[in-house]
């Protein structure tokens, strides 16, 4: 067993460079979701809401959040102003005010809530909060407006009356848009806020009809009437206009999202060749993940043939070991895609990075099905050339754990088909320098696939020691390491390591490709032969992966493989 090597994310760097490194893919919130294919999480509630209603839901439970919390701060600081002088109409309005204070913010609190909400309760929520402000505003405005009408304040009876029309205003606004709708909707809600304050002054009329008080002047009162209702009547324009405007942007934008018979929902991943979003085919409701090609890396008809001869290559092998690709397609505007299966589970990076370097048997059991995965490719004369942690995954597929998967071969190479164009441009350098092939470093353009061989030494050596064989400052100084200096063995970083484990790795590390194993098959075979290849097997991984569920570390994954 090798002794325990803890060592952050932000100690294992994988140096980049625009030039040389397809940049390894990065989970976009590792806080809220546990790893899964391609940097993506694991699918939750809300991120698989794939359909209209399903945004709606989102984006409805957010938008109410955010008005719940406005309109708190603004009554709750007109509350604050009208204790300091209790006299006037917003004085006499304090316990309203103070009342819609809390019942704002204990809206808020209930959708800030992770419980989920279906869209139905959503609603009545959405009506039960704009309805009792509505209320609460007109009553309001009707008892203070009484109490200054039995003052004799018509001043006072004017300017509280044209608060409470800019307060419906606001409100309309809000609704209008913030609150996701069709313009049916919310023409029927708005609507019935802009007259609120014609029924306060109505009902005022009524009550204190013949009033020579306050009523003396019927021509002032006729012209404020219909002043508030101009108001009112132009507001209710504005806010069901925007809604309607917002209501239709939200169903492009939802159009938008769909690549054929696919339909994207977050992202989920970024990297060097392009955004990894998790998605779902329409018809067979599957998940999966589409990958949209960076359109800068397909800015001329080499590069995007260039593209399509890789995926139809790659998406001819077919063993289990390999990632399995679906599909692929152009967008409307020419930005390539391909589509490949989802798989809940963790890379090799960050694997290491969360838990630390790996026990010898664990490694061996991970790495002889790698082994596989490319002996198959080799046949088939490709080389995948840019084999690292984070294009290597740790899945859970069909109950059964630590499947490794190999992703990404978005730099293979195919060796074996002369007729073929050369999409490579001469004189580069593809891959990742922490994993080069002393070959690829040096520019060597027919190279094999025990350029391949090399890189699993290196990610051995990463699994074992939480480090990866060079660490250098800058990606040139990592490929003349590979290419000229020797490999340090592990037992001298104190790391213990089977003898025969580390004579293994050191051979695929070897400078001359013919020093190395001559195929996948047999560097699977040598690492089956090791005593330590009998420590791991499907037992020993499933209990491991309950165990981290045990711990909270890996809950998502755990329930998403059922165990």
Known sequence: MNTPVTRSPKQINFPLDDEIVLEPTRVVDSKTASPTASGSSV???????????????????????????IWAVLTGVRYVFALLDPNTGEGLASGTLLGRTLFSLAIAALLAERRPLQLRYLRAIEYLYFGLLTISILVSQYLVSSELISRGDLISVISFDKNGVIRILLLMILYGTMIPNDAKRATRVILSMALCPVLVLASLRVAYFGSATVFADQKQISQ?????????????????????????????????????????????????????YLAEHRLLKR????????????????????????????????????????????????????????????????LVCKFGPLPAGRAVYIMRQVCKSLAEAHRLGMVHRDLKPPNIFIAILGGEC?????????????TTSPESPQLTADFTVSGTP???????????????????IYALG?????????????????????????????VRPMSELGVEVP??????????????????????????????????AAEWNDSRAEEWWIKQADRQDSVAIAASASL
């Open 458 to 486: 290196a990610i051995l050596y990463f699994l074992l020691t939480g480090r990866p064989p060079f660490e250098k400052e800058t990606p040139v100084a990592l490929m003349i390491a590979h290419a000229s200096e020797q």
């Open 402 to 414: 630590d499947v490794a998967k190999v992703l990404d071969f978005g730099l293979v190479k195919t």
């Open 224 to 276: 404020i009437a219909i002043s508030n209702g101009l108001f009112c009547v132009l507001g209710a324009g504005v806010a069901i206009s925007a809604a309607y405007v917002m209501n239709a942007l939200r169903k492009d934008l939802h159009k938008a999202k769909r690549l054929g018979q696919y339909e994207l929902n977050e992202k989920i991943g970024e990297g060097g060749m392009g955004a990894v």
């Open 434 to 452: 922490s994993f080069m092939s002393p070959e690829q470093a040096q520019g060597v353009r027919d190279i094999d696939g025990r350029a391949d």
């Open 499 to 532: 003898a025969e484990l580390e004579a293994i790795v050191l051979k695929c590390l070897a400078k001359s490709p013919g020093d190395r194993f001559e195929d996948a098959r047999d560097l699977a075979t040598a690492l089956g032969s090791c005593q330590c």
């Open 287 to 350: 998940p999966c993940a589409l990958k949209l090609i960076n359109p800068e890396l397909q800015s001329n008809p080499v590069t995007r043939a260039r593209f399509e001869r890789e995926v139809q290559s790659a998406a001819t092998l077919s063993h289990p070991n390999t990632i399995e690709i679906f599909d692929y397609g152009h967008t409307d505007d020419g930005i390539f895609y391909y589509v490949m299966e989802y798989l809940p589970g963790l890379s090799l990076a960050d």
């Open 43 to 69: 699918p939750t509630q809300t991120t698989m809401a794939t359909s209209f209603v399903g945004d709606t839901e989102v984006l409805l439970r957010q938008r109410l959040l955010v008005v719940a919390l």
